[in-house]
């Protein structure tokens, strides 16, 4: 295992730059939330749409500086990194959605005042992943470590792909009733404050004791996540930027896919191939490959999980008639052509023309990139238009 190119002692500066980025943004979120209100579908895309463009942004302006410190090669391996780090990480917290939502309804939380919640559980999100970090940066420079990490992670796949309707009630949470020992709980569900003073005696709200719980899954979803993401890259500043960047749009994506969890229930086996890949990567692949898997295929292999796990999920929803073979290859085809034009877009926009496996693209002309993303485009259209026309 080489040395870290952003040693902390050498760039603790860029860690204390980018945790400034993320209280402004934090700050801004917060300003433009100021007042309560319910998260419509529309808003959650805008939002989600904010933060992993940003996401992007971070990730190409990461490329350009990596560019000028190391060589291109390096570069571009740090941005894909970034990407593979933020990929995982997005998608090992759609998992914490359904408890979420599990959580929300437990306690009978507002729609109005979940945004509230979910800022306040980031901010705390945020701090333990750092904790989770610096320790996992440690731990990773023994070689035994990042085996067990990998063996870990590949038990936790198998064991959430053979999960069937766990069941979890947020009101034995030891944290939340270890709280309700300490301090009085009030009745007032509808306050938006986490702490209030009733005849001079300090009690929680029934809002602190969803925060509180909020906190402790997070908590242990981190268990999985962390070292999922040191999986994919040994910087801890990539790992830390990626999960942090993960963090920030888990809201808008919560209330953007909450009136839809239960239609991509093929996701679970999606997540666990992830985690079990991810596994295998830190247990065997990096060793058997000279001791770094090539991440650009590591990426792929992601995405075609992720994708083919969502792509099941809309193929054949749950609780409607089986589809015709017909529709069933017209929708796969469908899904294909997006995938095909994902990888076109992807060669079309510069250094991902000189990843592996997309190296071979770097004598295509840039023009005829553009076009076959295009027409790929085109044929997902009709392909998928005319699941729509058959569905209606």
């Not at 939330?33 to 933060?51: D, G, P, Q």
């Not at 990042?146 to 590949?154: A, N, P, Q, R």
């Not at 070292?227 to 942090?244: D, K, M, Q, Y």
């Not at 909450?258 to 295998?280: C, H, W």
């Amino acid at each position: 295992m080489g040395p870290n190119l952003f040693p902390f002692a050498e760039y603790w500066w860029f860690y204390l730059a980018f945790t400034a980025l993320v209280a402004v943004l934090l700050g801004a979120d917060l300003f433009l939330h100021r007042r309560e209100h319910v998260i419509s579908f529309r808003e959650a895309a805008l939002w989600t749409a904010v933060w992993v463009g940003l996401a992007l942004a971070f990730c190409y302006g990461l490329y350009e500086f990596a560019a000028v410190r190391f060589e291109p090669a390096a570069a571009r391996r740090l941005s894909t990194e970034f990407l593979a780090g933020y990929v995982v990480e997005e998608s090992l917290s759609v998992d914490n959605m359904f408890v979420f939502a599990l959580i929300f309804r437990y306690f009978g939380v507002a729609a109005r005042l979940q945004h509230r919640v979910l800022f306040y559980g980031v901010v705390g999100a945020i701090v333990f992943r750092g904790l989770f970090i610096v320790v996992g940066a440690a731990l990773i420079q023994l070689h035994w470590v990042m085996v067990l990490f990998g063996l870990f992670l590949i038990y936790t796949g198998v064991r959430l792909a053979l999960e069937r309707g766990k069941e979890i009630d947020p009101g034995r949470n030891r944290i939340v009733r270890l709280a309700r020992r300490f301090l009085p709980v009030t009745g007032e569900l509808d306050s938006n404050r986490f702490i209030v003073r009733v005849d001079g005696v300090w009690h929680m709200t029934p809002l602190m004791l969803v925060l509180l719980c909020l906190e402790t899954t997070d908590v242990v979803f981190a268990i999985d996540s962390v070292p999922a993401v040191f999986g994919v890259t040994r910087e801890p500043l990539i790992v830390f930027t990626s999960n942090v960047f993960a963090i920030l749009g888990l809201r808008s994506l919560y209330f953007l896919l909450a009136g839809a969890m239960d239609r991509f229930y093929a996701l679970q086996y999606g997540l666990a191939g992830v985690l079990v890949f991810v596994g295998l990567k830190m247990a065997w692949l990096d060793d058997a490959w000279g001791g770094r898997f090539p991440i650009a295929v590591s990426l792929a292999i992601i995405s075609v999980m992720l994708g083919a796990a969502v792509a099941v999920s809309l193929v054949f929803p749950p609780g409607r008639p089986r589809p015709s073979a017909t529709t069933v290859v017209r929708r796969l085809a469908g899904f294909a052509c997006l995938a095909l034009a994902g990888l076109s877009l992807a060669a079309a926009l510069g250094p991902a023309r000189e990843w592996a496996p997309l190296e071979h693209l770097a004598a295509v002309g840039e023009k005829w990139l553009w076009i076959s993303a295009a027409c790929y485009l085109l044929c997902a259209w009709a392909l998928l238009r005319g699941r729509v026309t058959s569905s209606s």
